[in-house]
Structure formats: C-alpha cells, structure tokens
Antibody, heavy 119, light 108 residues
Framework: EVQLVQSGAEVKKPGESLKISCQASGYSFSTYWIGWVRQMPGKGLEWMGIIYPGDSDTRYSPSFQGQVTISADISTDTAFLHWTSLKASDTAIYYC????????????WGQGTLVTVSS | EIVLTQSPATLSLSPGERATLSCRASQSVNIYLAWYQQKPGQVPRLLIYDASYRATGIPARFSGSGSGTDFNLTISSLEPDDFAVYYCQHRANWPLYTFGQGTKLDIK
C-alpha cells in the first residue's frame, strides 16, 4: 500500500530555517516524481514544485523558485521541503503528493504538515 | 503560464440535484486535467484524471468531460457527503502542475 507520512507540525519564528519531510513507503520511491503543495489558511491549493528522486531532477513553480528547496534521499525514501529564512507568510499546511498511477493526477497525498511562523 | 479559471466560485444545491462545475484553461491543456475534492480539515482526494477517468474507488456519480480549454465535473445526484470544495488541476507543462482557485459546493 502506497503511503506518504509527513513530519509533525512546526512553530517557528521569522528568519528561522526549517526542513519538513515526507517519507514514502509501498512503492519504488526513486522511480516516481513527488511534489509539494501549499495551502494557506482558508485558501486554495498551490503547486510548489516536484522532484524525481532517482536523479534529483527538480522543478519549481515560478512563484516558489528561490523561496524553498526541494530535495530527496533515496536511502530513506524521504522527500524534503526546506526554507532558509521563514516569513510569516509561509504559515500554511504543506502537502507532499505523488502522481503514481497517472502523470496527470496526484493520487497519493501525505497527511499535511502545518507550519506556523510567528514572532 | 496556463491559468485555470473555475466557475462558479460557490454553487448552492440540494441533495439529489445534479451539479456541474466548470474549469476553463487559458490555453489548451489537451486532456491533461484532473479534479480533486477537499472537505474541511481533510487531505485533497483525486476524483478524475486525464479529464474523464475516475480514480480508484470514486463513485460512478462523479464524471468528468472536456478537452482543450473547457472541462466539466458533473455529480449526477448529490449526496450529503459531496458538499466540499472542488479543484481542477492541469499538468500541461510536465512535470509542473497548476491548480484552479476552487469551487465551493454548498448545501442549499
């Protein structure tokens, strides 16, 4: 059974760094793209970027290029989303998701990680 | 960048009624379109991919149609569990994706 399990909720101050994770199981992690989606409070879904763990090919939505770093570790079947300097506007739920059966649809999602950035 | 515009923003219907949600792309996305359902406090769930194929476990009352720039998600007879927010999404610029802004389906 395909599962994506994300790390727990975080509370951080502006300017701090953060790395959240998404551990995959039940499939060959290195051979499927895995991406990240942001959902700000009360708002819609925003696509952030995606990585192919097998060769670390990473693509970012223009809105998120330079704002976050996506990475993956095939030894632990884990994808990561990293900020070097958080802002209050980064407060959101972050989901990892993979287009497993079809490249068009994201059919498996993590449970989400709530990141709260507040002074 | 291809923009997806969903309409209406809010749709108020009663259980048993038929719902038709629209998603329009600013340029052709072929059939590379998916639909998701999200209930409050829950993870989005894939309903439809490749414009018209139901994802695993999705009831037959959900159907998708369209190609190019105009797409619909139809729920043939609304059940109480169907009231949620629905998003369309394309992957025309593989492997990048874009979501529409969502349609909230409300109980009338």
């Amino acid at each position: 059974e395909v599962q994506l399990v994300q790390s727990g909720a975080e509370v951080k101050k502006p300017g701090e760094s953060l790395k959240i994770s998404c551990q995959a199981s039940g499939y060959s992690f290195s051979t499927y793209w895995i991406g990240w989606v942001r959902q700000m409070p009360g708002k819609g879904l925003e696509w952030m970027g995606i990585i192919y763990p097998g060769d670390s090919d990473t693509r970012y939505s223009p809105s998120f290029q330079g704002q976050v770093t996506i990475s993956a570790d095939i030894s632990t079947d884990t994808a990561f989303l990293h900020w070097t300097s958080l802002k209050a506007s980064d407060t959101a739920i972050y989901y990892c998701a993979t287009p497993y059966r079809s490249s068009v649809g994201l059919d498996y999602w993590g449970q989400g990680t709530l990141v709260t950035v507040s002074s | 960048e291809i923009v997806l515009t969903q309409s209406p923003a809010t749709l108020s219907l009663s259980p048993g009624e038929r719902a038709t949600l629209s998603c329009r792309a600013s340029q052709s996305v072929n059939i590379y379109l998916a639909w998701y359902q999200q209930k409050p406090g829950q993870v989005p769930r894939l309903l439809i991919y490749d414009a018209s194929y139901r994802a695993t476990g999705i009831p037959a009352r959900f159907s998708g149609s369209g190609s190019g720039t105009d797409f619909n998600l139809t729920i043939s007879s609304l059940e109480p569990d169907d009231f949620a927010v629905y998003y369309c999404q394309h992957r025309a610029n593989w492997p990048l994706y874009t979501f529409g802004q969502g349609t909230k389906l409300d109980i009338k």
